[in-house]
C-alpha cells in the first residue's frame, strides 16, 4: 500500500487487497502467507460443463504485501510455533486511528 503505489502503474486492486490483508492479520494473530492465499483464493468462474474447483490466491502479492508492511513496522514475524505475522502496537494504534476516522466521516455521510 505504502511502497506498492509508489510506482506510476499501481492499480486500485492492490491497496484494497493490502487493506484486506492488513485487516486479516489485525483480527487473527499468527497468520502467514499460506493461510492468507487460503483466503483469499476462489472458484473457477468457467460457466462451461466442468464443475468449479477451489485454487489459492496468488502468494507473490500477499508475501509482498506482508514484506512492505514489515518494512513499515505494522506487522512483525510471530514467534509462535506456526510463525505467521503479528501486528505490532504502532501497527494496531495507525489501525484504531484510521478505523475511527473512517467510523466518524460515515455518520458525517
Known amino acids: 500500500?505504502?511502497?506498492?503505489?509508489?510506482?506510476?502503474?499501481?492499480?486500485p486492486a492492490i491497496p484494497a487487497r493490502a487493506a484486506a490483508v492488513a485487516r486479516q492479520v489485525y483480527v487473527r494473530?499468527?497468520?502467514?502467507?499460506?493461510?492468507?492465499?487460503?483466503?483469499?483464493?476462489?472458484?473457477n468462474k468457467r460457466k462451461g460443463v466442468h464443475p468449479e474447483h477451489f485454487k489459492k490466491a496468488s502468494g507473490g502479492l500477499v508475501r509482498h504485501i506482508l514484506q512492505q508492511f514489515e518494512s513499515v513496522g505494522?506487522?512483525?514475524?510471530?514467534?509462535?510455533?506456526?510463525g505467521g505475522r503479528r501486528?505490532?502496537?504502532?501497527?494496531q494504534k495507525d489501525m484504531d486511528l484510521i478505523a475511527?476516522?473512517?467510523?466518524?466521516?460515515?455518520q458525517q455521510f
Open 1 to 11: 500500500m505504502f511502497l506498492l503505489c509508489a510506482l506510476a502503474a499501481c492499480t
Open 29 to 43: 494473530q499468527g497468520l502467514g502467507v499460506g493461510a492468507l492465499r487460503i483466503k483469499f483464493g476462489g472458484r
Open 74 to 82: 505494522f506487522v512483525e514475524k510471530h514467534t509462535g510455533v506456526k
Open 87 to 91: 501486528i505490532t502496537p504502532a501497527g
Open 100 to 106: 475511527g476516522r473512517v467510523q466518524t466521516e460515515l
